[in-house]
């Protein structure tokens, strides 16, 4: 294992030891020519697979929402060998002939989106986001969600902030630390240039930008309630 992740603790549960260092954004979702200098945070084994299980679901049907040029080469060069391997997720996909836009397992994003702000809080700012303190949560956004969050979070004084573009577009995000709580933080994605996709909560293909926060977890149920959030903690 590399050294630089060893004797440390694992950044998505934030208690098991890693046993390695984990692209916090899977090498897969990126043409094989974007790959340089990903980041990387600690992970233990359990956390490594179940993130590997949703990276495997999200990286062969995510390029199928997108508008990204970086996506449809995806589509072409590497998907095809992903669904050889999913033989159910392929007929899943053809049957649902959507033409622009995908219906996706929304729960499976959130959780891979929650695990990911986990990862970035660390890789930006050493911070290990614990269960028993701070919950964690991802939603998708309606254009009004958009607005909410363009106006009332990521206007907000912040005590650190960071936007990055990684892969030339093909994941962008930016990411607040509150002032006085250095696991409150917010995040913002964009995927492949903007996602059209379909899922339970969002039937019309219009949800293009992903948020996940981590708070605690005495503030947890208000920001729920104001947000319109109602999956499960990540
Ligand atoms: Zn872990």
């Known amino acids: 294992m590399s050294k630089r992740f060893k004797g440390l603790i694992c950044a998505y549960c934030a208690h098991a030891e890693a046993i390695t260092g984990d692209h916090i954004f899977a090498r897969e979702f990126f043409l094989n020519t974007r790959r340089a200098n990903l980041p990387q945070a600690?992970?233990?084994?359990?956390?490594?697979?179940?993130k590997s299980i949703l990276e495997h679901y999200l990286t062969t049907v995510l390029p199928f929402g997108a508008k990204?040029?970086?996506a449809s080469a995806n589509l072409t060069s590497m998907v095809p060998k992903r669904l050889q391997k999913n033989r159910k997720l392929h007929r899943d996909l053809a049957e649902a002939n959507t033409g622009s836009h995908i219906p996706i397992e929304d729960e499976k994003l959130a959780q891979l989106l929650c695990l990911i702000a986990r990862?970035?809080?660390?890789h930006h700012w050493k911070v290990y986001v614990h269960h028993e303190t701070h919950s964690?949560?991802?939603l998708t956004l309606s254009p009004v969600g958009v607005q909410f969050f363009n106006d009332c979070i990521f206007t907000q004084q912040a005590h650190c902030r960071v936007i990055e573009n990684i892969g030339h577009g093909t994941f962008s995000y930016e990411g607040?630390?509150?002032?006085d709580d250095c696991a409150l933080t917010f995040w913002r994605f964009s995927i492949y240039g903007g996602?059209?996709?379909?899922?339970?909560?969002?039937?019309?293909?219009?949800?293009?930008q992903f948020v996940a926060f981590t708070c605690p977890r005495k503030l947890d149920?208000?920001?729920?309630?104001?947000?319109?959030?109602?999956?499960p903690l990540g």
Request: net charge neutral.
């Open 136 to 138: 964690v949560r991802s």
């Open 68 to 70: 990204h040029a970086d």
């Open 176 to 179: 607040i630390q509150a002032k």
């Open 119 to 122: 990862g970035l809080n660390w």
């Open 195 to 208: 996602l059209s996709v379909t899922s339970d909560a969002f039937p019309a293909p219009s949800a293009s």
């Open 42 to 50: 600690p992970t233990c084994e359990d956390c490594n697979n179940k």
């Open 221 to 231: 149920a208000q920001l729920c309630r104001t947000l319109g959030v109602t999956n």
